[in-house]
């Protein structure tokens, strides 16, 4: 049941159009990279997630947006925008950001790394022993695994994987056949490191890395025999990469998604990086061969895959350069190694990680399956990874009997292919495997063992704001909740209920629910803010999400600023809603913040006229949340609870003046400049609620 396509109803100045926005959320980014007060290998970490950031933008939006042109639309957004002035908007805005992040790369934090004794050396600065030992490596390593293509009738074009690197090389002189297409490509296998590091006995400085791309330029001619190179560039292609299957054709849901994964290294392409040294011959043949027009062009004034130096921190130890280590601490509840489930039953346990640990979920999953008491178990699994202790209990306690369901959502984006492998293990033990709702990506965060307890079954539950991923864990901000309260677990098992069988939706007592009731709980909840505020009462709103950009809960919100209701958004991505307009939203204030951990909480806090209300949830406010996914918003009951909650995911962060960016009411953001007291709310998290490594 999708919701049926909105007609623009909302003046299109109430909105800031969301790929816009989204690259305000890129230049923020950018800003922990260009802040001397991070370590210095944090700030080259958050240099190259700005590559990658860009990198998905470019396979998902960007390629949306081109697909609305090939088909016609003239349908504006709720901006006002049509998709060809878009993408000309994107187009403007990327080439300025990446002209700022080359700059900074090499005027500033290579500079810097230098200084340190991490070298990236430039091939025309290579020793006699350095240039001796990368060509040993060449011819070792490298030539061996390499297939260069030479462009002529017998030999189109070879197909270019998406995100891959390439090189473009210009040829003069005739081979051994008497052919001279003067050109060819050599594709560098994705096996190939793209960063070496060279032995210290041959260098200066502790660490000497140097690059792929580097070497091959250096000993390219080796492929070429008796030929002239007058040009080698580095090129690379990013493709259309969001996987379509047909609700109306499919049959089976996991090998349609097999087929898809298999050509999505070979979508439609939407961008070029180049070398700034390609010469606008070589450039011009590229962009014709992908079907791409100059503005698609992006040169870059050094390696074309930035993503590739995001492993370096890694290979280097200097932890005077990194973030100061922290081990998360268990909640008081569990700091007494109680038995697990009493520990639930005693209190519901909230977990605020990463300054808090995930462990507590591990620990009840290796519980349920070795605990002959425990008679089933269901899981929702939207991003897990490759290696996943939390599954690995799944299998286990399948092999043991027990009743283990998952719903497992095979098209949560970039993690399909592991997704899958989960799927293949799991229903290889017996275990039930489920793929949710068809036409809606099942995203809530849920967990329910069923035990037997004194003759009679009990349920208890997490609840949780990001993904049973430990991983992530470690570096995303988010809450979990164990509990046993027997309203919340009866709402719980409705909701399998309903992903794994038919039937028409129930009533929940306490959860809201996409795509039924979430949207139209929120809204009603602002506008219940803003009839207390018109009715003389004090009114107010604290909400903290990803994304803030469904149109109708933001006229709801600024109903409620015009009403009188003050209004806290803390908005870490896109926000479509402008800030402090005078007359139509005086009274909202929104933020973002970035730091070292990756902002992912979302809760939701209305005043109620003293009684407080808080929900936790998966779910951002927007379309694809409220009306495509099956999400979750669930309460906090227990006042103790939800007093932290309010302090700890609210109030720290609302007290950020470092932190913190002021969003402007023409989509721009303001640093905030500490005054007094320096206030980062994570690093106050981390002091109060983790402890030093």
């Known amino acids: 049941m999708h919701r049926p396509a909105r007609q623009q109803q909302f003046p299109t100045d109430h ?47 960007v390629s949306g947006i081109k697909e609305q042109i090939r088909l016609g639309s003239r349908t504006p957004g709720s901006d006002g925008l049509l998709p060809n002035e878009l993408l000309d908007r994107v187009s403007q805005e990327v080439h300025a950001l990446i002209a700022e992040q080359y700059a900074l790369l090499n005027d500033d934090i290579l500079p810097a790394l230098e200084a340190q004794g991490i070298v990236f050396l430039r091939r025309s600065l290579w020793s006699e022993a350095q240039g001796a030992w ?19 009738q017998a030999h189109p074009f070879p197909r270019v994987l998406n995100k891959s690197l390439n090189f473009a090389v210009e040829l003069e002189g005739l081979d051994a056949f008497g052919r001279d297409s003067g050109a060819a490509i050599v594709q560098a296998p994705r096996a190939l490191p793209r960063v070496i590091r060279l032995p210290s006995e041959i260098c200066e400085h502790e660490y000497s890395f140097v690059f792929l791309s580097s070497v091959l330029h250096r000993h390219v001619g080796e492929l070429f025999s008796g030929m002239h190179v007058n040009g080698c560039y580095q090129f690379r292609v990013t493709r259309n990469s969001d996987l379509f299957v047909d609700e109306e054709e499919v049959k089976d849901l996991r090998a349609s998604l097999k087929g898809e994964l298999q ?34 062009l992006y040169r870059t004034p050094g390696i074309v895959n930035l993503v590739r130096l995001m492993q370096v921190p890694d290979w280097v130890n200097r932890p005077d ?25 005693r209190q519901d346990i909230l977990l605020h990680h990463p300054f808090q640990s995930f462990s507590p979920v591990i620990e009840l999953l290796r519980a349920a399956a070795d605990d002959p008491q425990v008679l089933a178990i269901k899981m929702t699994v939207y991003r897990t990874g490759t290696d996943s202790v939390l599954m690995d209990h799944l299998v286990r306690a399948a092999q043991k009997g027990k009743e283990v369901t998952v719903v497992l ?29 068809f036409g809606y990506k099942t995203h809530a965060k849920l967990l329910m063992l069923v035990r037997r307890e004194d003759g009679a079954l009990r349920r208890y539950v997490h609840l949780g704001t990001g993904n049973y991923h430990p991983r992530t864990t470690r570096f995303y901000t988010d809450f979990g909740l164990l509990t046993c309260n027997e309203e919340i677990g009866q709402d719980v098992a409705e909701v399998f209920k309903q992903l794994t069988g038919l039937g028409q939706a129930s009533t929940l007592k306490h959860l809201w629910q996409a795509p039924f009731s979430l949207q139209r709980n929120v809204v009603e909840a602002i506008k219940a803010e803003a009839e ?4 003389g009462g004090r009114a ?102 939800k007093r932290r909650v309010i302090k700890e995911g609210l109030r720290a962060y609302l007290g950020d003046n470092c932190q913190a960016w002021e969003m402007l009411e023409d989509g721009r953001y303001r640093h905030k400049t500490p005054r007094g007291v320096h206030r980062a709310a994570q690093t106050i998290l981390l002091a109060e609620l983790a402890k030093g490594d």
């Open 15 to 61: 909105f800031i159009n969301r790929e816009l926005s989204l690259l305000q959320f890129q230049r923020r980014v950018l800003a922990q990279a260009a802040d001397k007060t991070v370590p210095l290998l944090e700030r080259l970490r958050f240099l190259c997630i700005v590559s990658s950031n860009l990198d998905e933008f470019f396979e998902i939006r």
């Open 134 to 152: 990368v060509r040993d490596y060449f011819m070792r390593e490298v030539m061996p695994v390499l297939t260069p293509i030479g462009l002529d």
């Open 263 to 296: 050509q999505r290294h070979f979508g439609d392409a939407v961008r070029l990086e180049v070398a700034d040294n390609c010469s606008e011959e070589m450039a011009a043949f590229l962009l014709q061969h992908f079907r791409l027009t100059p503005k698609e």
């Open 321 to 345: 350069l990194n973030y100061p280590p922290f081990l998360p601490r268990l909640p008081k509840a569990l700091e007494q190694r109680v038995e697990i489930f009493d520990a639930i039953r």
């Open 409 to 437: 959502e095979l098209r949560a984006r970039f993690d399909e292919e592991a997704n899958i492998t989960w799927a293949n293990k799991l229903e290889e033990v017996g275990a039930h495997v489920v793929y949710g709702v």
């Open 532 to 535: 207390i505020a018109r009715q």
């Open 540 to 641: 107010q709103i604290m909400a903290k999400m990803n994304a803030l950009l469904e149109p109708e809960t933001i006229e709801a919100l600024y109903a409620a600023s015009q009403a009188g209701v003050e209004v806290d958004l803390i908005v870490r991505g896109p926000c479509a809603l402008r800030p402090g307009v005078a007359g139509l939203s005086d009274n909202i204030r929104v933020r973002s913040i970035v730091g070292r951990f990756l902002e992912h909480h979302r809760i939701f806090y209305f005043r109620a006229g003293g009684e407080d209300k808080v929900y936790l949830s998966s779910a951002d406010w927007m379309d694809r949340n409220f009306f495509g996914r099956i999400e979750i918003a669930f309460p906090v009951l227990d006042p103790r609870l």
